[in-house]
């Protein structure tokens, strides 16, 4: 059983559950994702403004809702790569729905 299988208290709401995956300033970092894996530093400078701790936190919390998985390959230097689980890819047409809705958006208030 995965981390998001044993949460006992999520919204009643279904809405409200899938904005609590995914909402937030920088848990949406999840579509730098889509196409490959990525290591921690890429993703930072990826994600103008983020700061470590929490670019960490939010991967953390990715991990612990089942969305993304993390790699350590145990080397020195340290190589970790992150990437979308299939849950994380199921996600995928929601994030590409809001970019869509945010780019017909902006067209109309600009």
């Known amino acids: 059983m995965t981390a998001y299988e044993e949460k006992k208290e999520l919204p009643a709401c279904p809405v409200a559950t899938s904005v609590s995956l995914i909402g937030g300033k920088w848990k ?3 579509r730098n994702l889509k196409s ?6 890429e993703l930072q400078r990826d994600l103008d403004g983020i700061s470590q701790r929490v670019l960490t936190h939010s991967l953390r919390q990715m991990i612990d809702d089942g969305l993304v998985y993390r790699i350590d390959y145990h080397e020195n230097p340290p190589r970790v790569d992150y990437g979308l689980t ?3 890819k199921d996600m995928m047409p929601i994030i590409n729905a809001l970019a869509d809705f945010g780019n017909y958006y902006k067209t ?3």
């Open 28 to 30: 949406l970092l999840i």
């Open 36 to 41: 490959c894996t990525l290591r921690f530093n």
């Open 86 to 88: 299939d849950f994380g």
């Open 108 to 110: 109309i208030v600009e």
